[in-house]
């Protein structure tokens, strides 16, 4: 903190870390671990069988792996410096280090946001309109749609990041959570925060509803479409697409709108959800894909395979 005359220049944050722990630190840092390395092999375990096996160079795969480096990225946010907080009470972060984390945070939520609404529309032209299919998926609109939703995540967060770090601060520096993010950062301001508050319900709460329910609108059409499939499997197969996307968009929605829509919730409830949404669903997002979907399971056991024939030639 910079002293300048009567006024306190804040230079850099502390993070009190997730309320209401004591006694528990150790154990919240084993369990936050494992969740953490297990969200890692797994994430990575999705892109390399995708990545090697050939089979699965289609569009949706793709998007697949997309929204696995998202995972891996979102979940790396906020859950190193927590795990340090838990485990050696590290609570400085610096002036940067806070902004860099509500950048990259808002950054890869929104791309993820958009991620999944490209991955709807991916299995609505596939099931709806199975024979132009490839025609309107090619490669170069797949790299385009996602090199689009990385583009406007980058755009959204550095609004919030401009608009929340363009503040004031000059007052308390302890941020009343475990990572830096916009409501718990503009508490500490000592300036009018309605336009930053005003722009994150709007672009993250109103904006991530609307995407909601367009998701689950064009679901309802997937869903027709399957119905008047002839074929059982076929119906099978794509049903147990939809179910796992669907899954993974109510994991992630789900939270982003209970926390952003009422950002005055209690901060029991909204550190839950928060630790649910960073910690939990990006391990959960691998699970569901490979627990339902046979082809990444078998990639999942060819790649296995491979590498322990890899260990046999070797030994």
């Not at 002036?95 to 958009?114: D, I, K, N, P, R």
């Not at 508050?197 to 399957?226: P, Q």
């Not at 990639?299 to 491979?306: F, H, K, N, Q, W």
Request: glycine content about 4%; charged content about 10%; some cysteine.
């Amino acid at each position: 903190i910079f002293h300048m005359g009567n006024l306190t220049e804040v230079t850099q944050f502390v993070l009190l870390g997730i309320p209401h722990t004591k006694g528990l630190k150790t154990i919240l840092f084993i369990v936050f671990l494992t969740f953490y390395l297990c969200t890692l092999l797994g994430n990575l375990l999705i892109m390399m069988s995708v990545l090697l096996d050939s089979r699965l160079h289609t569009p949706m795969y793709f998007f697949l792996c997309n929204l696995s480096i998202l995972d891996i990225s979102i979940s790396s946010v906020s859950t190193p410096k927590m795990l340090a907080n838990l485990w050696a009470q590290s609570r400085i972060i610096s002036w940067s280090g806070c902004m860099s984390q509500v950048f990259f945070f808002h950054c890869l939520a929104c791309t993820e946001c958009l991620l999944c609404t490209v991955m709807v529309y991916d299995r609505y032209i596939a099931i709806c309109h199975p024979l132009r299919y490839l025609i309107i998926m090619n490669w170069k609109v797949c790299v385009i749609l996602a090199a689009s939703t990385w583009i406007v995540g980058s755009f959204h967060a550095t609004i919030l990041t401009s608009l929340t770090f363009m503040l004031p601060y000059c007052g308390s520096n302890e941020v009343d959570y475990y990572f830096c993010d916009i409501f718990p950062l503009v508490k500490l301001a000592c300036a009018n925060t309605v336009i930053i508050e005003t722009v994150s319900l709007i672009n993250i709460g109103v904006l991530g509803t609307m995407y909601f329910f367009l998701i689950l609108a064009s679901y309802l059409r997937v869903f027709y479409s399957i119905l008047q499939m002839a074929s059982g499997e076929g119906q099978r197969k794509a049903v147990s697409t939809c179910v796992s996307h669907l899954t993974v968009v109510t994991f992630f929605f789900g939270p982003c709108v209970l926390i952003y829509t009422r950002p005055s919730q209690s901060e029991i409830l909204v550190t839950s959800v928060h630790i649910f949404n960073n910690i939990v669903t990006p391990l959960l997002n691998p699970v569901v894909y490979t627990l339902r979907n046979k082809e990444v399971k078998a990639a999942l056991r060819r790649l296995m395979g491979s590498q322990k024939v890899s260990e046999k030639n070797a030994n």
